[in-house]
């Protein structure tokens, strides 16, 4: 199970760090993964970890860190210089994944509940 935290209401140019703890069982040797979803708009990929390498979707490349705590079962997102067209459901996700298919959501099939970020301009 994926519980996600750390959403809020921010103002532009502003940071946040979104949290994904994992608990029924340990995902360190998974893919882990940040997802988010704007009103009206696909689920899209944002982050990626897998095996120490990153990966990220362009529009969050620069601005965003995604980083793991293994002792602690939990992924992060450093979200900086936010906008808003930031603002969305962010979701974490983990699962068994080849590398070159880290980006496609159907690749994950663990997934928390999401966190709301509104980013005000």
């Known amino acids: 199970q994926l519980q996600a935290s750390g959403g809020g209401l921010v103002q532009a140019g502003a940071s946040l760090r979104l949290s994904c703890a994992a608990s029924g069982r340990t995902f360190s040797s998974y893919a882990k993964a940040w997802f988010r979803q704007a009103p009206g708009k696909e689920r899209e990929f944002v982050a990626a970890?897998?095996?120490?390498?990153?990966y990220y979707g362009d529009s969050v490349k620069d601005r965003f860190t995604i980083s793991r705590d293994n002792a602690k079962n939990t992924v992060y997102l450093q979200t900086n210089s936010l906008n808003a067209e930031d603002t969305a459901v962010y979701y974490c996700?983990?699962?068994?994944?080849?590398?070159?298919?880290?980006?496609?959501?159907?690749?994950?099939?663990?997934w928390g509940q999401g966190t709301l970020v509104t980013v005000s301009s």
């Open positions: 970890l897998k095996w120490g390498s990153t």
């Open positions: 996700a983990a699962g068994g994944v080849i590398t070159n298919q880290v980006r496609r959501k159907s690749s994950y099939d663990s």
